[in-house]
């Protein structure tokens, strides 16, 4: 069983994101970080690493009405 929440998504017209004051805010936090990059085929670089988890939060987006 999964230990996962949904998540919502909705597409933001541009001209929603042009009248926004301010701007939009992005915060968010990067947990258990490893990263280790090797020579792989040709001598291109290759990135391997893994992340426990990522939060990520998004404000100032005035949405409207939500539909349930």
Do not use: Y
């Given at each position: 069983?999964?230990?996962?929440?949904?998540?919502?998504t909705?597409?933001?017209?541009?001209a929603d994101?042009?009248?926004?004051?301010?701007?939009?805010?992005v915060g968010g936090t990067l947990?258990?970080?490893t990263a280790k990059v090797t020579q792989g085929p040709?001598?291109?670089p290759v990135l391997?690493?893994?992340i426990k988890s990522?939060?990520?939060?998004v404000s100032d987006i005035?949405?409207?009405p939500i539909a349930l």
């Open positions: 069983m999964s230990n996962t929440s949904p998540i919502e909705r597409e933001i017209a541009d994101l042009d009248g926004i004051a301010g701007g939009l805010s947990d258990g970080l040709g001598g291109v391997e690493g893994s990522v939060g990520i939060t005035p949405l409207g």
